[in-house]
Structure formats: C-alpha cells, structure tokens
C-alpha cells in the first residue's frame, strides 16, 4: 500500500513564524503536491513537484515555497505564517506513468492553526 | 472560474436507498475524472475514475457515469450505508497530471 506520511497532525504557530511541513511518500513516486483544504473552497493546489529539485506554482502559491531535496520528500514553506494560512494542509503523491498515474494518493494532513 | 463544480453542497439519504452525487465540469481537455472520500480529520481517499473513453465504470457498490455531450459525470452507490457518510470530492485531470478538485459534496446517511 502507497504511503504517504505528514510531520505533524495538528501545529499552532504564531504570526510571523517560519513554518516546515513534512511529507514523506514510500511508494517511490515521481509527482508530490501540497493542497490546502477550507470548508466551501474544496481542495486547492499550492505547489507542486514532478521531480527532485523541481516545483511548478499551483493556484494559490503566495506566501509559500516548496523544498524537494529527496525523491521521497517534499516540504512546505511559510516564510511568514500570518492567520488566513490556518487551514489543512494536505499532501499527495502519483506515479508519473502507468494506469494509475491519475491517481492521487494523500497524506492525513496537517491541521495548522496561525495565532 | 471552477473547472469542476459540485453544485450540492451537503445531501441526506436514507440507509439503504441510493445515493446520487452529481458533477460538472467546463474544460473539454479533461481526459480523466475520480472520485475521491473524505472523512473528517483525515486526507482524501481514493474511491473510483474514469476515463473519457468510457461511460460507465462499476466497483461494488459504487458506480460512475461520464456524460461527455453534456459535461456531466455522477456517483451512484447503492445501497448507501452509514459508513458512506462523508465528503464527496469530484476531480478532473488533463494531460499534465495535475487534479483539479471541485469543492466537495457532504454525504449523510441517515438511519
């Protein structure tokens, strides 16, 4: 079974802090993605990565950066965590090839919460 | 401008009857489409696609029709179950294997 792990399952920070959310995948997957998830908002890409060292901008990567140093990590950044960044952060990871190369496969989240 | 659109936000059905979420989407590009599972505090779970090949794809108790002409795709799982009650996403992806989501249908089953 794919696996996708998060650092932490619930974080608070303060305003103005430095953030680092984790994501590990076992499956050896080429593709990683970060999503924040808001109620009536549905799922949102904010960056994404199709290789180490690589990232693409998703639909709403202000106020975030991205860290893909190893295939099977993929990390997210909030340079400077302010309050309408409380949200969960969900990471996912797919196969770049084959019949499921469609499918997502997600981590529990990440709920954080900025003070 | 939502590429995929779930225009129900919430839906209760009885135990036992079947459960019809329903889906729209805008970009004829979309070549693939799924159905995802969300319960509270966790990540989406993967529950069936499609491809734009085919009409129709069966799992158990859950199956997904694509209507191309009219740019519509519903799940049917029947019969629904308590278990079933959960967020719905509706998703669509092109060639570039990025999943664009729609907002999310909450399911509940009710006794």
């Known amino acids: 079974d794919v696996k996708v792990t998060q650092s932490s399952r619930y974080l608070v920070k303060r305003t103005g802090e430095k953030v680092f959310l984790e994501c590990v995948q076992d499956m050896d997957h080429e593709n990683m993605f970060w999503y924040r998830q808001d109620p009536g908002l549905g799922l949102r890409l904010i960056y994404f990565?199709?290789?180490?060292?690589?990232?693409e901008k998703g639909d709403i990567p202000e106020g975030y950066s991205v860290s893909r140093e190893k295939k099977e990590r993929f990390s997210l950044i909030l340079e400077s965590a302010s309050t309408n960044q409380t949200s969960m952060y969900l990471c996912a990871s797919s196969s770049l090839t084959g019949p499921s190369s469609y499918e997502q496969y997600f981590g529990p989240g990440t709920r954080l919460t900025v003070t | 401008d939502q590429q995929v659109k779930q225009n129900s936000p919430s839906l209760s059905v009885q135990e036992g009857r079947i459960s019809i979420l329903n889906c729209d989407y805008t970009n004829s590009m979309f070549d693939y489409f799924l159905w995802y599972k969300k319960y509270p505090a966790e990540g989406p779970t993967f529950l069936i696609s499609?491809?734009?090949?085919?009409d129709k794809n069966e799992d158990g108790r859950f199956t997904v029709f694509l209507n191309k002409s009219a740019k519509h795709l519903s799940l049917h799982i029947v019969p629904s179950q308590p278990g079933d009650s959960a967020v719905y996403f509706c998703?669509?992806?092109?060639?570039?294997?990025?999943?664009?989501f729609g907002k999310g249908t909450r399911l509940h089953i009710l006794p």
């Open positions: 998703a669509a992806s092109g060639r570039d294997d990025k999943i664009i």
């Open positions: 499609i491809s734009s090949i085919k």
């Open positions: 990565s199709y290789d180490v060292k690589m990232k």
